[in-house]
């Protein structure tokens, strides 16, 4: 059963637009929601990361937005840049387990 | 801060050999880590949970006795591939957690595993 649903596979996003990716879980026990960047050949990286008790969270050009109700969180990217294309991963997990990520989102942005 | 570091970042090897792949936190103690696998164009899968002094909980379906995971001390982690296989290939990937609950989890640049 997978606990965490990522849409979509696969994006393409011109130079300057939004890119938008968005995540759905299951379990209302989860309490802490990153999203991790990862480079071909790479580790991920933490891009951004929200608590269930706000609705948005805002670091740059990188934006969650948090729907408890709809158990949905999603990824925007403003202004999107050819080095922003990489694969992304949505996670969830409660506090001390592990991650469980979503199949991830590859972004190609193109100039 | 927060740097994991995983060692080595690429192995080839030959089919019955045991590999040793290390994960240490540089900066912090890591009270628990993480042991992922990720295939190609795939997500990354749990294997095992491991603690620091206790033995590792491994997923379902992971062999145990194939993949041996050590946590000897607070910053270091090593998972042995034993007797690998050409199906042991892929990507293996540590991840961190600093003491404390709700601390994010930081990982490794990983581990390619190519067993022929």
């Known amino acids: 059963q997978q606990q965490v649903k990522q849409s979509p596979q696969s994006l393409i996003v011109q130079k300057g637009g939004i890119s938008i990716i968005n995540c759905a879980y299951e379990?209302?026990?989860?309490?802490?929601f990153p999203w991790y960047q990862q480079f071909p050949g790479k580790g991920p990286a933490l891009l951004i990361a929200?608590?269930?008790?706000?609705s948005e969270k805002k670091e740059g050009r990188f934006t969650i937005s948090f729907n408890k109700s709809a158990k949905q969180f999603s990824l925007h990217i403003m202004d999107s840049q050819p080095g922003d294309s990489a694969t992304y991963f949505c996670?969830?997990?409660?506090?001390?387990?592990?991650?469980?990520f979503g199949k991830g989102t590859t972004l190609s942005v193109s100039s | 801060g927060a740097v994991v570091s995983q060692h080595p970042s690429w192995v080839i090897c030959k089919s019955g050999t045991s590999v040793k792949i290390e994960c240490r936190s540089l900066?912090?103690?890591?009270?628990?880590m993480f042991w992922y696998r990720q295939f190609p164009k795939q997500s990354l899968m749990l294997m095992a949970t491991?603690?620091?002094?206790?033995?590792?909980?491994?997923e379902q379906g992971v062999e145990k006795d194939k993949f041996l995971i050590n946590h000897a001390s607070l910053t270091l982690s090593t998972l042995t591939v034993t007797s690998a296989h050409p199906e042991d290939s892929s990507f293996y990937i540590c991840?961190?957690?600093?003491?404390?609950?709700?601390?994010?989890?930081?990982f490794g640049d990983g581990t390619r595993l190519s067993i022929l």
């Open positions: 900066d912090f103690q890591a009270t628990t």
């Open positions: 379990n209302t026990a989860f309490d802490y």
């Open positions: 491991s603690n620091e002094g206790s033995k590792a909980t491994y």
């Open positions: 929200i608590r269930p008790d706000v």
């Open positions: 996670a969830a997990n409660q506090a001390g387990t592990a991650l469980i």
């Open positions: 991840s961190a957690q600093p003491g404390g609950t709700g601390q994010p989890q930081h």
